[in-house]
C-alpha cells in the first residue's frame, strides 16, 4: 500500500532535509523505482513492528510474573515512544546537519546527488537516532532478565552491533564505528546508572 504514495513520501524527505527532487539524478533506469520500493519497505517494517512486539510479548506472557509483565509492558511502550521521538529528531535535525556537512566539505567537485543514495542517508539518519534513543530501553531489560551481570555487555554488544550494521546506509568501516562508537556510549552509560541505583 505504502508504495503508491512512495513519490510523495521522497519529495515531502527532500523537503525536510532542504532539498528538490529536481537537484538529484539518478544514474540507472530503475533507480528510482528502487528508492520507492526501499522507501516502502523501510516503512512497513517500522509501522509492523508494534505489531511484532505485541505478537513476541503474547506469546512470552504466560511464563512471566506480574512484575515482569509489567516491566515488559513498560519497556515496550517507553521504547516505542523513545523510537518515535528519536526518528523525528534525526529526520528534522541530524538528517540536514548531516548532509549539509557532506555536501559542504567537497571544494573541489560540485555534488551532483543520486537520489537513491540521498534518501538512504536520510532515513539510515531518522532510523540510527531512533534505535540509539532506545539503546537505554533495550540495554535496562537485558540488565533485568540476564541472571550473570558479567554477561550483560556480551549481550548487548551483539545487539548494538546487529542494529549498527542495520541502521547505516552503507556497509562503510567509518560509518559503523561512529554508530557503534555512540551506541556504546550511550549504552555503557546506562549500566553504569542502573548499577549505581541497584547497588550492584
Known sequence: MIISFASKIIIQLLDTVNLDINELSTYSPAEYFRTKIYVSLVLSLVFAMPLWLLSMYNFAKPGLTASEKKNMSFAFFTGLVFFAIGCVVGLYFLAPKLLDYMMNESEVVSPNLSVHETIKVIISASLFTGLLLTTPVIT?????????????????????LFIAIIATPKPSMILNLIFLTAFVIVAEFTIFVARRFNGN
Request: positive net charge; hydrophobic residues 45%; aromatic residues 10%.
Open 140 to 160: 535496562l531489560i537485558v540488565n533485568r532478565v540476564v541472571d550473570n551481570k558479567k554477561d550483560i555487555r556480551k549481550y548487548i554488544y551483539t545487539l548494538i
